[in-house]
């Protein structure tokens, strides 16, 4: 049995943070989800990545081109394409897990991140393009992105809620996924595709390895080494303690009556930054009941080949509150660090959406002239 495998028996499912038109056509994929793969995730950054780093899509830019599309236009269609055949591969998956697994994710343009209605009407206008029952859109939990989710919910579109880093952003998280749910229960889906109350999912992302990196840097300062590497996977475990917390007790039961599903942490930004953390630290260190991991190529590798499989995300939760007021009590302040590193992120993801953009528009422009160059070749 995988490893993959022997944590899914444990509850955890691992998702793949990666993706590019030759994994899929390769037969690689499949490879993957034969392994116990469950899913796919992807961003802006992956898809600059995928794009700009190889050849696989030259030959639909070509024809993209041909039909006078936008740059936007061009990175859209290349992007569906992808996301919708991962779909297809994943629907196995999706099927024989009752809807709970076989997802794959795609994001909402980052320049849209504080802006609610607009995040609402892409959300739901690619939900709908694409037409898969197990596609998560993908929306950052900014104070714009919370009612956006809300409102998803309501419509029955699927949510990967991402760039979360703190307790109190996941709390308000939960709590955008909840009354969501509580008015889909009353209304029912609003778009094409959606799903009722008892099949519509959602999963919070929180990152983890950027905190490491940050609050290290804070603790050199203080001259504290002891709490190094350390901070991201106790911010992790309290969270996952608020998890259990959420979903129990009176209001969840009456959403659980109707069929809801939890919307489980995904543990997200899982590969080390300090190579001299194990590498595998963010994975064996964050296993537990009903969660996803999304590991990157090179995570997942090391993963399958050293990691250890074993239920630890439930343990040292006294110990990980400690360390946090340690933290406090060393001046560090932890929510500025969290909020600081959703700013970072949404900026970041918003730089490699524009390199992905110019990206594409050197690429189209490339093709053109060596087009041009043979017709005039050709033509002499």
Sequence with gaps: MSKMNELAELGQSIWFDYIRRSLITSGELKDLVAQGLRGVTSNPSIFEKAIAGSADYDSDLE??????????????SLALVDIAMAAEQLKPV???????????SLEVNPDLANNTPKTIMEAKRLFESLNRPNVMIKVPATPAGLPAIAELITSGVNVNVTLIFGLDNYQAVAEAYLSG??????????????????????????????????VDQALEKTGNTELQGKI??????????????????SRWDSLATKGARVQRVLWASTSTKNPSYPQNLYVDELIGPNTVNT?????????????????????????????????ADLGIDLDKITQDL??????????????LITCISEKRERLL???????TDVSK
Excluded: C, W
Excluded at 369 to 375: F, L, Q, R
């Design 63 to 76: 024809q993209l081109i041909d039909s006078n599309k936008t740059i936007h236009e061009i990175y859209e």
């Design 94 to 104: 999706y099927e024989s897990t009752q809807g709970r697994d076989g997802f794959v």
């Design 181 to 214: 749910l509580e008015k889909l229960a009353q209304t029912g889906p609003s778009v094409t595709g959606g799903h009722m109350v008892d099949r519509v999912a959602s999963v919070a992302s929180f990152f983890v390895s950027r905190v490491d990196t940050a």
């Design 232 to 249: 991201a996977v106790a911010n992790s475990k309290i969270v996952y303690e608020e998890y259990r917390k959420i979903f129990s007790g």
């Design 295 to 327: 590991l990157p190529p090179a995570t997942l590798k090391s993963f399958m080949e050293h990691g250890v499989v074993s239920e630890t995300l439930t343990k040292g939760v006294a110990e990980a509150r400690k360390q946090i007021e340690q933290l």
């Design 342 to 355: 959703q700013d970072e992120g949404v900026a970041a993801f918003a730089k490699s959406f524009e390199s």
């Design 369 to 375: 002239t060596e087009k041009t160059s043979h017709a």
